[in-house]
């Protein structure tokens, strides 16, 4: 498979904190790759990194071949990236509005055609679709947050704690609509703290202290040391 995101030795932080320490990674086309790490690793950092909302202070992020460390969030977009984070959903606008800010790069035509395909993945959505996002239930909004950043049509999807302040049912809700999205071919690269998301991923990283501690298949990181002893403390 040829390498869709690859990472090279990223550096970023805030002020005089160095938060990522030469960050490895890479993401093949039609991969989903687990971002796996601890409170405080630098999962979002990194993320936000990617997508052009931190400044990386070293090192090099390329999509598709080409160079993007120097381009504005926008330019990222556009070149087939979208980023979901943690807070995902406008509460005071509706469920249709949201879908039409996720594809702001889309003309109205194919923005109307993906928001049908999105409520034919999101059937509660379609319900709903004129209501604020602020009167879905948890597990709801953060189906919207998904499908909002599905809307762009991007590559590769960057997900920042998708399970996030969720119930173990909505989480359970969550991985078997991400199976959904797998299935249509796109490449996502999740980063989470719940163990589960790795029984979605072909591979994954265990990041510590801002540097890849650990990287490998599926199989390789559920027979990991390193990552039994981050998720559950014991080796
Ligand atoms: P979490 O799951 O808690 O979000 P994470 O692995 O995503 O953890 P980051 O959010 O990237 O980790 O945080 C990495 C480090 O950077 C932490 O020590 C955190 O306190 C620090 N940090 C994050 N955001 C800022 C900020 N805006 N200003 C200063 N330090 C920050």
Redesign the pocket.
Known sequence: MSALLEVDKVEA???D?Q??WGADMTVAKGETVLLM????????????SLVGLQPCRGGAICLNGKDISALKPDARIRRGMAYMS?LGVFPTLSIAENLRLGAYALSGSQASQRADQMYQMFPDLAKKRRAAAASLSGGQRKMLGLAKTLMSGADLILL??PS?GLAPVFVSQVIETLKEVIGTGTSLLI?E?NIAFLALADRGYL?DH?RMEVSGTRAELEGSDAVRKAYFGVS
Request: hydrophobic share 35%.
């Open positions: 932080g805030y002020g904190v938060v990522l790490g601890v409170n405080g690793a630098g999962k979002t950092t990194l993320l936000r943690e920042d704690e996030s980063a703290q990041m801002g």
